[in-house]
């Protein structure tokens, strides 16, 4: 559901682009019509609607997403629940500039409007059918897995409706599921409703350890953190457990700013990135560049940039040093690591050596914010109740960084990683970016 969601928030931001360019050819329309009708009034300056754009589009905005008019579900869905989206979204907009004209009494054209309408509607229409056949196609990215027997070909039923690939797991033993969403890149996870409460219920507990949705045909299981939520697939109803779901403006508010901070960071610190660079080529034999294979939206894993602070080898090596492991659990820390390379521990104690992460958020594997993302070998041994750090987007900065980093035991590091998945927020998101300075600028934690 996760590559919905992303899905939702693209066709959101396109509808709202058709919107204003409706908005846009239909005063080109309405100046072009003044000089075929006589009687038409004079047409009223572009920039005067500015505060009807102002006050309009978030108002239509409101209404796309409470009427589904961009979700996935609804432009895959029967044309006639497309439609009635659209008609329902229309008026609503409709009312809404009768609302703002009454308010705010501005003397604006009303025919210009009314072709606004028009237009919008016939636009947003033609777009929805060209977003249909998209939506079909990117959903394919996207696996169910389907846990258990397939009664009354519930498989062909799934795969037809969600339009995306299926992967059958036929036992229903919860560690075969666990040991299947170990391995990652299952984005839902599908249970059969045959089954009795006590066997559903630990499948349930699976996928929301992992932050990954559970759909239930039938029965409704109350969980500690997951909340069912209706999914309509084909004329079945089922019920998807999550554990959270951030509202969609907030996220595309989010993806937003991580591009933006992310370029002006990455134009910011080109200078230090450059100096720094120079200091490793200098000092030590190898790469600028230390890639990383680590695991990123729901354990996919994703090639992770830092400047290189270790020597040539330093990987191999780590088998060799897990004596002297200063945490409990699969992370390894040690606070005078031999490998380290006396540039490195510089780059290290000021953070410099994550500045090119900062590409990974501009490329869509990260963000500013987020849990930091695992190397490999250390996510698959995570235990399961920890692996729900893995259902948000990895980050450069989070609570754990804020609150005293290598500092902190495992277990404090994974309870912050899931406050901050079930508590996520914009505001906690700023609270953590402004905090994330004067943590390193005074290096607390840093090793």
């Not at 009223?44 to 006050?55: K, N, S, T």
């Not at 432009?75 to 500039?97: K, N």
């Not at 554990?243 to 993806?255: G, Q």
């Not at 404090?412 to 609270?431: F, P, R, T």
Request: hydrophobic content about 50%; charged content about 20%.
């Amino acid at each position: 559901m996760t590559h919905e969601r992303q899905l939702d928030r693209v066709a959101l931001l396109q509808d709202i682009g058709v919107v204003l360019v409706a908005f846009a050819a239909a005063q080109l329309l309405r100046a072009w019509l003044a000089g075929l009708v006589p009687g038409l009034k004079p047409a009223v300056p572009f920039r005067d609607y500015a505060l009807l754009g102002i006050v309009f589009v978030p108002a239509w905005s409101w209404g796309a997403e409470r009427f589904g008019l961009h979700r996935a579900r609804t432009l895959t869905g029967p044309p006639l629940d497309l439609l009635r989206a659209l008609v329902w979204t229309q008026a609503w907009g409709a009312l809404a500039i009768a609302v703002i004209l009454a308010v705010a009494q501005v003397p604006l054209n009303r025919s210009i409007l009314a072709l606004f309408l028009i237009l919008s509607s016939a636009l947003l229409g033609l777009v929805a059918v060209v977003q249909r056949a998209w939506v079909r196609r990117s959903r394919g990215r996207t696996l169910a897995l389907f846990v258990g027997p397939d009664d009354g070909g519930g498989i062909a039923e799934f795969e037809r409706g969600r339009g995306r690939p299926i992967e059958w797991l036929v036992s229903v033993d919860p560690a075969a599921l666990r040991e299947r969403l170990r391995a990652g890149g299952v984005d839902e996870v599908v249970l059969p409703g045959s089954l009795l409460a006590d066997k559903l219920e630990p499948l349930l507990l699976a996928c929301e350890e992992v932050g990954v949705p559970g759909l239930v045909r039938i029965d409704r299981i109350d969980l500690r953190l997951a909340r069912p939520r209706a999914e309509l697939v084909g004329p079945t109803l089922y019920l998807a457990y999550q554990t959270m779901e951030p509202d969609r403006p907030a996220l595309v508010v989010k993806a937003i700013l991580d591009r933006v901070l992310a370029t002006f960071g990455l134009l910011a610190s080109l200078p230090l990135i450059v100096v720094a660079a120079a200091a490793i080529k200098l000092t030590s034999p190898g790469p600028i560049l230390f890639r990383q294979r680590r695991a990123g939206l729901n354990g996919r894993p994703f090639s992770m940039l830092k400047l290189r602070t270790m020597r040539v080898g330093a990987e191999e090596e780590r088998a060799q040093l897990l004596h002297a492991n200063e945490l409990t659990g699969p992370i390894f820390k040690m606070t005078d690591d031999p490998r380290v390379t006396t540039v490195g521990r510089w780059l290290r104690k000021t953070s410099i050596d994550e500045l090119p992460q900062l590409l990974n958020v501009l490329a869509g594997h990260m963000s500013l914010v987020g849990p930091r993302p695992l190397p490999l070998i250390e996510n698959w041994e995570l235990l399961p109740v920890h692996r729900r750090r893995l259902s948000v987007k990895p980050g450069i900065t989070g609570l754990w960084q804020i609150s005293g980093r290598n500092d902190l035991t495992f277990e404090e590091w994974m309870a912050l990683d899931l406050q901050y998945v079930d508590g996520w927020s914009l505001g906690l998101d700023l609270v953590i970016f402004l905090r994330t300075v004067p943590t390193v600028l005074g290096g607390r934690g840093a090793r």
